[in-house]
């Protein structure tokens, strides 16, 4: 049986900006893919930080990008998706690596995966993403489609067997404490308001599942 990584998520509010459809944070499970560093690159999986699930679903459109533009081979695997990492100069930080896929269920339910790995990007290229308010820095806001809205909540998961929810101060912010060396992994997840069409086939829900990823190295 595969274990998801499955997150609750407050429900308020719906996020609606002039022009696009409107976003409300999940009040149920969700599921997510996440990013850790790997070999000379890093992995997506599922699953929870200390338990990996052993598979992925099927995922269509996989697209793996370092910043905001440079592509980079993205290649699935039954349990990961491998993605290799440019060499940086020395001295400059990398920009953040990121992912993006997307999972039709059998129940009508499009969900969108948007990973990254880095804190070093103060600037949003995934439609739902948490972003450091200062490179490297430990508070992060939640931007959708360009616009920055209140995270609600974010779910942390670490390397160190550690876990906490995270809720946002009144300028909807969330901060975060990192005690112990290791893996920490962020994420939210909401649910846009209605159907969609995507690619010809209509969709009774679509969701969209953001995670951020970084290492403290002590």
């Known amino acids: ?36 560093p790997h070999a000379d690159g890093a992995q997506a999986l599922a699953g929870t930080v200390a338990q990996p ?3 992925l679903p099927p995922l269509q459109a996989v697209r793996a990008l370092q910043g905001d533009a440079q592509p980079l081979e993205a290649t699935v695997q039954a349990a990961s998706i491998r993605v290799p990492r440019p060499q940086g100069r020395v001295g400059v930080a990398l920009p953040d690596l990121r992912l993006q896929a997307r999972h039709a269920s059998a129940n009508g339910v ?7 790995l880095g804190r070093q990007d103060t600037k949003a ?11 490297g820095g430990n508070t992060f806001k939640l931007v959708w489609k360009g616009q920055t809205v209140a995270a609600t909540r974010v ?36 649910r846009i308001n209605g159907s969609a069409m995507v690619d010809g086939t209509k969709y009774e829900e679509v969701r969209h599942t953001a995670t951020l990823s970084f290492e403290v190295v002590r």
């Open 155 to 190: 779910n942390v998961d670490t390397s160190a067997g550690w876990s906490r929810t995270l809720t946002p101060a009144a300028d909807g912010t969330v901060q975060l404490e990192t005690p112990f060396a290791g893996l920490y992994v962020l994420e939210v997840s909401a």
């Open 53 to 55: 699930a052993p598979s």
């Open 110 to 116: 499009l969900t969108y995966y948007q990973a990254k």
């Open 1 to 36: 049986m595969t274990h998801w990584i499955t997150r609750a998520v407050a429900a308020r509010a719906a996020w609606c900006l002039t022009g696009w459809v409107c976003l409300t944070p999940l009040a149920a499970q969700a599921d997510a893919l996440w990013l850790q």
């Open 125 to 135: 290229h995934n439609e739902l993403e948490l972003v450091p308010t200062t490179p």
